[in-house]
């Protein structure tokens, strides 16, 4: 298994080694390796089984050392890496030729990010490279928000995972880039578009997979828990199945339904507050992907602020594999 600490000059000389870290980051944790070194970007593929056709996003400690791998930053997008960096916000900016092909699946942009974490934050600026690293989950899984899941999944595959607690903001980043003259966001997460808005004005929402695959890999069934997982009316689902013969298992906002086992049922956040919600949210599937039940019962968020892209995360649960 995988050594659970927080010594970043250790993770700093497995990292050098071309070795692959776990590191928490406020949105999820990720598996990091060095983005500039091919092999240790083709490990990050080969431990999580992910397609080489989605790309992963890079990770550094100062907006000053984007320019170490990105050639232009659009003046609205650096505006918003001012206001929101450190933070849950991916820029996609024209790459350097010292990005491999591999980190973009051959794009011509390439996803950055300055996390906010104290730990990765230190660690990434005693490193002389950037890291590249996708969520520390196995491919289509539900992203990790703490070291024991990271250690549940990946620690037969990784020396050592840096372990900063949960995560504060509990869904990945948001990825905005530009078009011609147009802001897009092509995956809705932590930092909410109307916070974006303020700083740019108007941004579209292309936060669909399925007509470009490539672009966020944001496929259609991800986020995952292994069990099946239903979304719709809760009262009505929970009533249905009272009467069949499956166990299941509940996440609701807040709503608590007595006919069901305590431990059986989750509350994202008992007084409605989506930014709670967002926090427990992974962690809550992954329980109830664990429990002895044969489904999971949800209900979406309403829609405004996080409740838009947790609700993305609850669709993508539920959609077919
Ligand atoms: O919060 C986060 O963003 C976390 C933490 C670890 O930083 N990372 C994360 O990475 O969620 P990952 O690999 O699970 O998701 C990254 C998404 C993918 O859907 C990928 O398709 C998209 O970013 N992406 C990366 N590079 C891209 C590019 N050059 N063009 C378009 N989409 C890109
Ligand atoms: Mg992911």
Redo the contacts with the bound molecule.
């Keep these: 298994m995988a050594i659970i600490g927080q010594d970043i000059s250790q993770a700093k000389n497995f990292l050098k080694a071309g070795k692959l870290v776990a590191?928490p980051?406020e949105?999820?944790?990720?598996l990091a390796g060095n983005a500039l070194n091919t092999a240790a970007v083709a490990s990050i593929f080969e431990t999580k089984n992910?397609p080489s056709f989605?790309?992963?996003?890079i990770?550094t400690s100062s907006i000053e050392r984007v320019d170490d791998f990105v050639g232009e930053f659009p003046e609205p997008l650096y505006k918003l890496a001012k206001k929101f960096w450190p933070g849950?916000l991916?820029l996609?900016l024209p790459r350097k030729s010292n990005v491999p092909d591999l980190?973009?699946?051959g794009?011509e942009?390439?996803?950055v990010?300055v996390?906010d974490h104290p730990l990765t934050n230190s660690l990434l600026e005693i490193l002389d490279f950037p890291l590249a690293?996708?969520?520390?989950n196995p491919f289509g899984y539900i992203?990790p928000t703490t070291a024991k899941h990271v250690q549940d999944q990946l620690g037969e595959k990784i020396p050592y995972i840096l372990d900063g607690g949960s995560c504060q903001v509990g869904?990945?980043?948001t990825?905005v880039?530009m078009e011609n003259d147009q802001l897009f966001i092509?995956?809705l997460?932590?930092l909410e578009v109307a916070d974006i808005e303020k700083i740019v004005g108007l941004v579209q929402i292309k936060n669909h997979s399925s007509s470009n695959p490539?672009?966020?890999?944001?496929l259609e069934s991800h986020y995952a828990p292994r069990k099946p997982f239903l979304l719709g009316n809760l009262d009505e689902l929970v009533s249905n199945h009272l009467r069949g013969k499956k166990r299941f298992g509940v996440m609701s906002l807040s709503k608590t339904f007595k006919d069901v086992k305590v431990e059986y049922q989750k509350q994202l956040s008992p007084s409605g507050d989506l930014k709670e919600a967002a926090q427990n949210l992974f962690g809550f599937m992954r329980y109830l992907d664990e429990q002895n039940i044969e489904v999971i019962l949800a209900e979406e968020m309403p829609v405004e602020g996080l409740g838009n892209a947790i609700n993305d995360r609850l669709k993508r649960a539920a959609a077919e594999k």
Excluded at 27 to 30: A, N, W
Excluded at 54 to 57: A, E, M, S
Excluded at 133 to 136: F, G, K, T
Aim: glycine residues 12%; without cysteine.
């Design positions: 590191i980051t949105t999820v944790y990720g992910r989605d790309p992963l996003i990770h849950p991916t996609l980190v973009t699946s794009l942009k390439v996803a990010r996390p690293a996708p969520s520390a992203s869904l990945e980043s990825i880039g092509y995956r997460g932590g490539q672009a966020p890999g944001l």
